[in-house]
């Protein structure tokens, strides 16, 4: 594998042609799409971060996303399909899906995000995914994105199923306490620590102002979850 003089790591558009599949028109496209914000910071003028392109992607995925979801569950209610589109784009899932394609090992980083572990950092795995997949829709297209992604989803969707991860946790214990107590549960982040790339944060639920749950995660939408989770197993002994 050829490495990039300047980064010492695999050159993109080369490892993604051999090693995924992807054969880009603009090489320059894929490059970009692996350029973090601190790399380009560091050589001011002279490289592009992915950030216009993981915007682009982001739009991407969610088209992308819900179209198959939608012929892919021909059966399911909209709002079971809402939530399996939400799950296959969250943030895990694509970090995931970039580790699956080993997009950290390609990443252009600065010193100081290469320092403190940026390589494994879920916002820039899944930022990195995001803008790759802008990237290959600028240059081949939507049915080009789609025949990368829909495998993928395939695979993530069958993980996702059997944890029963679609569901979105917050939902339930909103619909028994509006229902039962015409209240909506409020979610309210009790604690943030760490160091910034290892943050850890402890979300509180409330019903009114009675605490029902609380959980923990390496993000806020993660630790809501969690709380969430922990109100349910209390709703579910309430009469």
Known sequence: MTLNDETGIPLGPEYLRE???LQFRDDQLAVRALTHRSFANEHPGKWEDNERLEFLGDAVLDFVSGAWVYRRFPDSPE???TRLRSALVR???LADLARKLDLGSLLRLGRGEEETGGRERPANLCGAFEALVGALYLDRGIDAARQFLEPLFEEAVARILGEQGEIDAKSLPQEWSQAERSLT???VTAEERGPDHER???VEVYLGEE??????GPSKQTAA???ALE???RLRKTP
């Open 211 to 216: 605490l029902w749950g609380a959980g923990v």
């Open 79 to 81: 709002g079971r399909l």
């Open 225 to 227: 979850q969690a709380a």
């Open 231 to 233: 109100a349910l197993r």
């Open 185 to 187: 549960p409020r979610y």
């Open 91 to 93: 943030t895990e899932t």
């Open 19 to 21: 090693r995924v599949g």
């Open 200 to 202: 850890e944060f402890t």
